[in-house]
Nanobody
Framework: VQLQASGGGLVQTGGSLRLSCAAS????????MGWFRQAPGKEREFVAA????????YYADSVKGRFAISRDDAKNTGYLQMNSLKPEDTAVYYC???????????WGQGTQVTVSS
């Protein structure tokens, strides 16, 4: 599976952004799509994930209630709607996919999200 992330940008505190992750290739291997982020000087951290067929979602505590992950089967695209953004959400956001029974093994190129205070 190849992934192309987009939608990052600069937004003020309290604003919103929607990230997209377009998948191509062996879509049948797309069992879970996840979003991760990495801020300068910090390790990459999990943000959210969705089981592609079942639609079950998972969130990090830090974004629960503010972010929403979804997918559009017809477009093979996943989304991360980010609301009530905070400066600490500033990071490069990556989407990733995992096949059944395996770890994430395909990663998008990353998209920068900057939240100004």
């Amino acid at each position: 599976v190849q992934l192309q992330a987009s939608g990052g940008g600069l937004v003020q505190t309290g604003g919103s952004l929607r990230l997209s992750c377009a998948a191509s290739g062996r879509i049948g291997n797309l069992y879970v799509m996840g979003w991760f982020r990495q801020a300068p000087g910090k390790e990459r951290e999990f943000v959210a994930a969705i089981a592609w067929s079942a639609g079950i979602t998972y969130y990090a505590d830090s974004v629960k209630g503010r972010f929403a992950i979804s997918r559009d089967d017809a477009k093979n695209t996943g989304y991360l709607q980010m609301n009530s953004l905070k400066p600490e959400d500033t990071a490069v956001y990556y989407c990733a996919s995992a096949p059944p029974g395996s770890e994430y093994n395909s990663w998008g190129q990353g998209t920068q999200v900057t939240v100004s205070s």
